[in-house]
T-cell receptor, first 114, second 110 residues
Framework: DVKVTQSSRYLVKRTGEKVFLECVQD?????MFWYRQDPGLGLRLIYF???????EKGDIPEGYSVSREKKERFSLILESASTNQTSMYLC?????????????FGPGTRLTVL | GQQLNQSPQSMFIQEGEDVSMNCTSS?????WLWYKQEPGEGPVLLIA?????ELTSNGRLTAQFGITRKDSFLNISASIPSDVGIYFC??????????FGAGTRLTVKP
């Protein structure tokens, strides 16, 4: 079974803090994704990575950066957290850019910025 | 980027009833996916559809890829309390560009 794990289920941070969200997958997947999920808006793509050290902006990259130093790990960084970044953050991974590869999600990190 | 139009936003049904939800888009997709998310968990894939007109079942769940490639529906037959959750549709244009509906929150009363 594919397993996507996220470092924290719940986080509370203060405005201006630097925040790291970690995601690890154990199936040697090439592609990894970070989404945020807000009520009524569904999932919106922040960044994705299709290989080590490669990254692409998604729909809402402002205020975020990412790091992929190893294939299994994809980190989302909030350089200076703001209250409008309070959200549920979901990491996902996918084997590769082939038509029928399934995208698997982690359990999510619920971040609250005070 | 464009998100999908998913309806209804929420449903309150009695155990044993059938459920239907759908997603529409103004653009064509090559793949339609349906996920279920339970409280505190990430979305789990229920059904994947890869061809226009395809009808696929997974137990009590049935989903179809619309022939126009711009819509999909999910049906749940004879609902049970553990069907509770949020159901998301997702469409993929190309290999890494996936769009999501806002979700249908399903409540099943015993």
């Amino acid at each position: 079974d594919v397993k996507v794990t996220q470092s924290s289920r719940y986080l509370v941070k203060r405005t201006g803090e630097k925040v790291f969200l970690e995601c690890v997958q154990d199936m040697d997947h090439e592609n990894m994704f970070w989404y945020r999920q807000d009520p009524g808006l569904g999932l919106r793509l922040i960044y994705f990575s299709y290989d080590v050290k490669m990254k692409e902006k998604g729909d809402i990259p402002e205020g975020y950066s990412v790091s992929r130093e190893k294939k299994e790990r994809f980190s989302l960084i909030l350089e200076s957290a703001s209250t409008n970044q309070t959200s549920m953050y979901l990491c996902a991974s996918r084997k590769g850019p082939r038509g029928r590869d399934t995208q698997y999600f982690g359990p999510g990190t619920r971040l609250t910025v005070l | 980027g464009q998100q999908l139009n998913q309806s209804p936003q929420s449903m309150f049904i009695q155990e044993g009833e059938d459920v239907s939800m759908n997603c529409t888009s103004s653009s064509i997709f090559n793949t339609w996916l349906w996920y279920k998310q339970e409280p505190g968990e990430g979305p789990v894939l229920l059904i994947a559809l890869y061809k226009a007109g395809e009808l696929t079942s997974n137990g009590r769940l049935t989903a179809q890829f619309g022939i126009t490639r711009k819509d999909s529906f999910l049906n749940i037959s004879a609902s049970i309390p553990s069907d509770v959750g949020i159901y998301f549709c997702a469409g993929r244009y190309n290999n890494n560009d996936m769009r999501f509906g806002a979700g249908t929150r399903l409540t099943v009363k015993p």
